[in-house]
């Protein structure tokens, strides 16, 4: 599985940005799909997931409200849509993928995409 995100960049605190995870390779739908950021000198954390046949989805406490997660297989694409940005919100940001259903744990996704910036200024 091969995993392609696109749609970082900058964006003011209270802004908008939509991530988009371009899956290929394998059949997509097999797989649930998780959401993953990094910022500079922390570990990386769970941002959202959700289900392969997108029946059920998480998102962390902390974007909880703000963001959503969400998954076309039409397109074979998983997006998240994050509202109200907030500067804590800076980090890369991670598509990863794994067989049977998401979890919040780094070490069980067994693809990962190579991450896309987002930049939030005051």
């Known amino acids: 599985v091969q995993l392609v995100e696109s749609g970082g960049g900058a964006a003011q605190a209270g802004g908008s940005l939509r991530l988009s995870c371009a899956a290929s390779g394998r059949t997509f739908g097999a797989f649930a799909m998780g959401w993953f950021r990094q910022a500079p000198g922390k570990e990386r954390e769970f941002v959202a997931g959700i289900t392969w046949a997108g029946y059920r989805s998480e998102t962390s406490d902390s974007v909880k409200g703000r963001f959503t997660i969400s998954r076309g297989d039409a397109t074979n694409t998983v997006f998240l849509q994050m509202n109200n940005l907030k500067l804590e919100d800076t980090a890369v940001y991670y598509c990863?993928?794994?067989?049977?259903?998401?979890?919040?744990?780094?070490?069980?996704?067994?693809?990962w995409g190579q991450g896309t910036q987002v930049t939030v200024s005051s």
């Open positions: 990863a993928a794994r067989s049977g259903y998401f979890s919040r744990d780094v070490p069980d996704y067994e693809w």
